[in-house]
């Protein structure tokens, strides 16, 4: 059964990276998947929000940040430091050299993609803070997750994973907060 998903990853891992890439993908995914992308918009967030608290005195952005950052230290110390170690899968450009590798391998482990989980833990914090962006802010997330496929870093099955993950604590810290914000008057 497992030699049976992992031959269905593997293929699916080929499929996506060598014959779905193209000259769009060979340019969008590695910026996609680098996080310096992200920084700036995830700064312009931070700083609206910051104004808003100021301005308006509304919290909730202030709020947002604070989970998101309790949730991607969560999830990122649960997929790195605990999951990959256990489970101890190779990447895929560690194994292969038939591949389109489009970024640095990079050292780690393959199981689960930390890149697709943190993204998703922001995409569904955000997306449960701000209920009107809960369709479009998964997609984020789910393009991340795809382009460590497409640069060579991950399988299939290690960026599902990430995303089941990532949206696992997103939501369990934001319901934390909920919980929290029952019981405290200030928040």
Not at 22 to 37: C, E, K, Q, S, Y
Not at 55 to 83: A, H, M, P
Not at 163 to 176: P, R
């Given at each position: 059964?497992?030699?049976?998903?992992?031959?269905?990853?593997?293929?699916?891992?080929?499929?996506?990276?060598?014959?779905?890439?193209?000259?769009?993908?060979?340019?969008?995914?590695?910026?996609?998947?680098?996080?310096?992308?992200?920084?700036?918009?995830?700064?312009?967030?931070?700083?609206?929000?910051?104004?808003?608290?100021?301005?308006?005195?509304?919290?909730?952005?202030?709020?947002?940040?604070?989970?998101?950052?309790?949730?991607?230290?969560?999830?990122?110390?649960?997929?790195?430091t605990l999951i990959k170690e256990l489970v101890g899968r190779p990447r895929?450009?560690?194994?292969?050299?038939?591949?389109?590798?489009?970024?640095?391998?990079?050292?780690?482990?393959?199981?689960?993609?930390?890149?697709?989980?943190?993204?998703?833990?922001?995409?569904?914090?955000?997306?449960?803070?701000?209920?009107?962006?809960?369709?479009?802010?998964?997609?984020?997330?789910?393009?991340?997750?795809?382009?460590?496929?497409?640069?060579?870093?991950?399988?299939?099955?290690?960026?599902?994973?990430?995303?089941?993950?990532?949206?696992?604590?997103?939501?369990?810290?934001?319901?934390?907060?909920?919980?929290?914000?029952?019981?405290?008057?200030?928040?």
């Amino acid at each position: 059964m497992l030699e049976s998903i992992l031959n269905a990853d593997e293929f699916l891992f080929y499929f996506i990276n060598t014959n779905l890439s193209n000259f769009a993908t060979d340019v969008a995914m590695p910026l996609i998947t680098n996080i310096v992308f992200w920084i700036p918009l995830f700064g312009v967030f931070c700083l609206f929000q910051l104004w808003n608290a100021y301005k308006n005195k509304e919290y909730k952005g202030l709020f947002c940040i604070l989970c998101i950052g309790i949730g991607v230290l969560i999830c990122d110390q649960i997929s790195s430091t605990l999951i990959k170690e256990l489970v101890g899968r190779p990447r895929p450009c560690h194994i292969f050299t038939d591949i389109s590798l489009l970024v640095n391998c990079g050292a780690g482990k393959s199981f689960p993609s930390s890149h697709a989980a943190n993204s998703m833990t922001t995409a569904i914090i955000i997306s449960l803070f701000y209920r009107k962006h809960k369709y479009w802010l998964p997609l984020l997330a789910i393009l991340v997750g795809l382009s460590r496929i497409f640069v060579g870093v991950h399988y299939p099955f290690d960026v599902l994973c990430g995303w089941i993950l990532g949206a696992g604590i997103g939501v369990g810290v934001y319901f934390l907060y909920s919980k929290i914000k029952q019981n405290s008057r200030h928040i």
